[in-house]
């Protein structure tokens, strides 16, 4: 006779079985989501060098992609406790200036990743006998930039720094 695993029982039980792999993850939270985000960072990147050296993309339309990583970086600055009004009070400017910091890194950031798909349509879609593997690389790696950051802000637990 075989033992029921945490499958095979109500969801009640199986939440409740005492196998570790939720503690385990807890443990292991704030290395594994940077990681994550690390991996769809480099892979966002990876694609567009791969489009630009396949079929070549222009030099201004980079910027898309640029903007984006700039964009992360002020988003991922910005702590969720330093615009909590009651818990951060010192600085230049409290935590008003911390959220407007946080606003603008979300603007770049959504401002990229629509200037790419007008790129896309623009430059890609709508000429003739242009490839079209540049344009959805170039839309991909904003998008996958954007998922790399909300998975580094929101993924990480300040606890434990």
């Known amino acids: 006779m075989t033992s029921r695993g945490c499958c095979e ?3 009640e039980a199986c939440c409740a079985c005492d196998c570790g792999i939720m503690e385990r993850i807890r443990q292991i939270r704030n290395p594994l989501s940077s990681g994550v985000a690390g991996l769809l ?4 990147w990876w694609i567009v060098i791969d489009a630009g050296v396949i079929d070549g993309i222009e030099g201004p339309d980079y910027l898309c992609g640029v903007g984006a990583t700039v964009g992360l970086f ?11 009004s009651s818990m951060y009070t010192s600085g230049a400017i409290g935590s008003v200036g911390a959220r407007v ?3 603008l890194g979300l603007l770049v950031s959504f401002g990229s990743a629509i200037a790419a798909v007008w790129v896309m349509i623009l430059h890609y879609i709508e000429k003739d ?10 839309c991909v790696q904003n998008f996958l930039i954007l ?7 929101f993924g ?4 434990t720094w």
Do not use: T, W
Request: proline share 5%.
């Open 9 to 11: 029982m109500d969801c």
């Open 41 to 44: 960072f480099a892979v966002a």
């Open 74 to 84: 002020m988003f991922n600055s910005i702590s969720i406790h330093q615009g909590d």
């Open 101 to 103: 910091f946080l606003f």
């Open 129 to 138: 006998n242009v490839p079209l593997y540049p344009g959805v690389a170039l």
């Open 147 to 153: 998922g790399s950051s909300a998975v580094f802000k």
């Open 156 to 159: 990480r637990s300040g606890e």
